[in-house]
Nanobody, 124 residues
């Protein structure tokens, strides 16, 4: 088992930046593919970004490509989401998730472990 805890959310103006962190504890972190998802009010949870266990491959949703960067530091058991050029439509609760499946994973059902989420609000 792995426990995940997100941090770094907050209120930011459009065009601004935030960096989310997700700290993992429990089972060895570097065996997991990691992902970030988000959920806006009244909408389903959607995929944002994923990174392989070694960090050698990443993949992004079209809506964030070129603005968000996912990375990980296995020595610190932490995955990050750097969010630049934020837009009001990026407002959501952001969740990190861990998958024991290899490779890049983009669907919610492929992830077995979830954090509690951190709120990101982008004002116009």
């Amino acid at each position: 088992q792995v426990q995940l805890e997100e941090s770094g959310g907050g209120l930011v103006q459009a065009g601004g930046s935030l960096r989310l962190s997700c700290a993992a504890s429990g089972r060895t972190f570097d065996i997991y593919t990691m992902g970030w998802f988000r959920q806006a009010p009244g909408k389903p949870r959607e995929f944002v970004a994923t990174i392989t266990k070694t960090g050698d491959s990443v993949y992004y949703a079209d809506s964030v490509k070129g603005r968000f960067t996912i990375s990980r530091d296995n020595a610190k058991n932490t995955v990050y989401l750097q969010m630049n050029s934020l837009k009001p439509e990026d407002t959501a609760v952001y969740y990190c998730a861990a998958s024991m499946s290899g490779g890049l994973r983009t669907t919610r059902g492929e992830y077995g472990y979830w954090g509690q989420g951190t709120q990101v609000t982008v004002s116009s």
